[in-house]
């Protein structure tokens, strides 16, 4: 997984696998996810972060041990 902030478009945006896009649903104004061609999620989009974070830093608990192996 990788965390990315982008000051530009106050925009976070979570891969959460290192598979290609095929499409995305707005789940809300700020809230964007994507799909890989099986309907699996890859990323995450959080626009507008800074409105609607608590925080200004952000933090991440490491490791994280897949617990299952994709077939």
Do not use: C
Not at 14 to 36: G, K, M, T, Y
Not at 59 to 66: F, S
């Amino acid at each position: 997984m990788k965390i990315r902030y982008f000051p530009d478009t106050d925009t976070l945006y979570i891969a959460l696998a290192e598979r290609d896009s095929s499409s995305s649903e707005a789940i809300s104004d700020n809230l964007i996810v994507d799909f890989d061609a099986q309907g699996r999620p890859v990323g995450v989009t959080l626009e507008h972060y800074s409105l609607i974070s608590d925080s200004s830093a952000i933090e991440t608990l490491l490791p994280i041990t897949p617990t299952l192996q994709p077939a």
